[in-house]
């Protein structure tokens, strides 16, 4: 059948979307366009004419762009990436490693780091995550760095997830001071926390804490488009040449225009905040927080380290079902889990505004007619007292698992075999599973949940099945 070329499928869907005038909690920063004035960026789709200067060669306006950026976030060079973080993890750890180099990861890190470790061949050791009874990540201990430390002196880099998808932060500097005392390279992936060099109320930022090289979704907290982000330089430890040249390879030889102009709309935005703008942040969030508590008896707010990140909780129903009921009346939040939702809560400054009483009253409106239920206690060890090691390897090296045969086994026979893929429930991106990795009953226990609950999970799987991938 010959298909209709005039239709665009995507636009439709999003103009749709838009018709139902939805307030958005999720990123992107700049919230629907709310915390944009008068910049049409479609009429920016340009090219490297004359005068618009080239990113992977640039010497004018988008040079100068980018060492305004550098002023802005205290590093020795800063970088435009149009190809989100992704880009940015992946082309610090291939300047930073060598194959078959020992690199620290956080568990709960992002694909995109994994994937970076995978390309340079090198061997991830990963430190474990703290998590509170709800299951949210918390991040990790100096001690699990030191233990890890000792079992493999020879590691050459550390990266990092801070904050945590849902605003948790830990103290990051000692950490990076203990990895200096013995040269290894410290890797933050502060996706989330672009915002953090402002200072307070939020937390300190991994510039600040002495990173080498830090990684923000400039898209995901400041008002830039979607896949706008930055990589900054912070200590000459780093190969700066190296990483440009990663760069030049991994990014699209043909960059957006839009999506650059977007980048330098936001660091100017954030470069220019008051301490008034900060006050009308803070006051705005008070009195959304009071609204919402007053709506439901059971309904439970948690604000995060970062208090752009507030964690929603409806007891007796999982955060899948207070996602469905929130969506049915045009509220959309970031992510929701077996337990919880999460807002992203906008960076608006003074003069501008975001509408959080018709949230307040929309979310009443879903809500309204939602009984009191019993809630009974689930007796067994909480998830912040299990025991788990300090830290892991895989159970086979890469080379082990070129050209290994796989097979598909149901779900519920996997406990001890070893994953050929990668698991991923998504948002927020965090791999349940990694090629080479063991599969464990919590594991299991988890993806079972996720099933439950029709979670979307990317990777090789047949999870739809209940089956997963193993090596034989």
């Known amino acids: 059948m010959k298909r209709d070329h005039t239709r665009t499928p995507l636009i439709e869907a999003i103009e749709r979307h838009?018709?139902?005038?939805?307030?958005?909690?999720?990123?992107?920063?700049?919230?629907?366009?709310?915390?944009?004035?008068?910049?049409?960026?479609?009429?920016?789709?340009?090219?490297?004419?004359?005068?618009?200067?080239?990113?992977?060669?640039?010497?004018?306006?988008?040079?100068?762009?980018?060492?305004?950026?550098?002023?802005?976030?205290?590093?020795?060079?800063?970088?435009?990436?149009v190809n989100g973080s992704t880009v940015g993890n992946i082309a610090a750890i291939l300047a930073s490693c060598q194959t078959g180099d020992i690199v620290f990861v956080q568990r709960n890190c992002h694909k995109s780091v994994l994937n970076g470790i995978r390309?340079?061949?090198?061997?991830?050791?990963?430190?474990?995550?703290?998590?509170?009874?709800?299951?949210?990540?918390?991040?990790?201990?100096?001690?699990?760095?030191?233990?890890?430390?000792?079992?493999?002196?020879?590691?050459?880099?550390?990266?990092?997830?801070?904050?945590?998808?849902?605003?948790f932060t830990y103290n990051l500097k000692e950490i990076i001071d203990e990895c200096h005392k013995h040269d290894v390279i410290c890797i933050i992936d502060e996706a989330h926390g672009a915002h953090f060099t402002l200072g307070p109320p939020f937390p300190e930022s991994a510039m600040e804490c002495g990173a080498d090289m830090v990684v923000h979704s400039a898209h995901k907290m400041l008002p830039a488009m979607t896949m706008g982000s930055y990589l900054h330089i912070g200590s000459?430890?780093?190969?700066?040449?190296?990483?440009?040249?990663?760069?030049?390879?991994?990014?699209?030889?043909?960059?957006?225009?839009?999506?650059?102009?977007?980048?330098?709309?936001?660091?100017?935005?954030?470069?220019?905040?008051?301490k008034e703008d900060l006050d009308q942040i803070l006051e705005g969030i008070r009195e959304f927080i009071s609204g919402i508590e007053r709506i439901h008896p059971q309904l439970m707010v948690q604000q995060a380290h970062d208090p752009l990140k507030l964690i929603?909780?409806?007891?007796?129903?999982?955060?899948?079902?207070?996602?469905?009921?929130?969506?049915?009346?045009?509220?959309?939040?970031?992510?929701?889990?077996p337990n919880q939702i999460l807002l992203i809560l906008p960076l608006v400054k003074k003069g501008l505004s975001f509408p959080y009483k018709e949230a307040i009253d929309r979310i009443n409106k879903a809500l309204e007619n939602e009984p009191v239920v019993e809630v009974i206690p689930v007796e067994g060890v909480s998830t912040s007292s299990r025991r788990t090691p300090p830290f892991s390897t895989l159970a086979l090296t890469l080379e082990e698992m070129d050209g290994k045969v796989e097979k598909l086994i149901s779900l519920d026979d996997a406990e001890g075999e070893v994953s050929?893929?990668?698991?991923?429930?998504?948002?927020?991106?965090?791999?349940?599973?990694?090629?080479?990795?063991?599969?464990?009953a919590e594991v299991i226990r988890r993806l079972n949940e996720y099933i439950e609950n029709k979670a979307n999970i990317q990777g090789h799987h047949r999870l739809a099945n209940h089956c997963v991938y193993v090596y034989r």
């Open 18 to 81: 838009r018709s139902i005038h939805p307030i958005s909690f999720h990123v992107p920063g700049h919230k629907n366009g709310l915390l944009v004035e008068d910049h049409p960026f479609y009429q920016s789709d340009l090219t490297e004419l004359s005068g618009l200067d080239d990113l992977h060669d640039s010497h004018e306006a988008i040079r100068e762009a980018e060492e305004l950026l550098g002023d802005v976030y205290g590093s020795l060079e800063s970088h435009f990436l």
């Open 119 to 167: 390309l340079r061949k090198a061997v991830p050791v990963f430190i474990e995550t703290e998590w509170d009874d709800a299951g949210t990540a918390l991040g990790i201990r100096l001690d699990a760095v030191k233990e890890a430390m000792k079992a493999f002196p020879q590691v050459k880099a550390c990266v990092l997830t801070y904050p945590t998808y849902y605003g």
């Open 236 to 274: 000459k430890r780093v190969d700066a040449h190296k990483v440009k040249d990663y760069l030049t390879m991994l990014q699209s030889s043909s960059p957006s225009y839009p999506i650059m102009a977007s980048l330098d709309y936001a660091r100017s935005y954030v470069g220019t905040f008051l």
């Open 312 to 337: 929603m909780k409806l007891e007796g129903r999982t955060g899948y079902a207070l996602q469905e009921l929130l969506e049915s009346v045009g509220v959309y939040p970031e992510l929701a889990d």
């Open 420 to 440: 050929a893929g990668m698991v991923t429930p998504y948002p927020p991106g965090i791999p349940l599973l990694v090629p080479g990795e063991r599969i464990t």
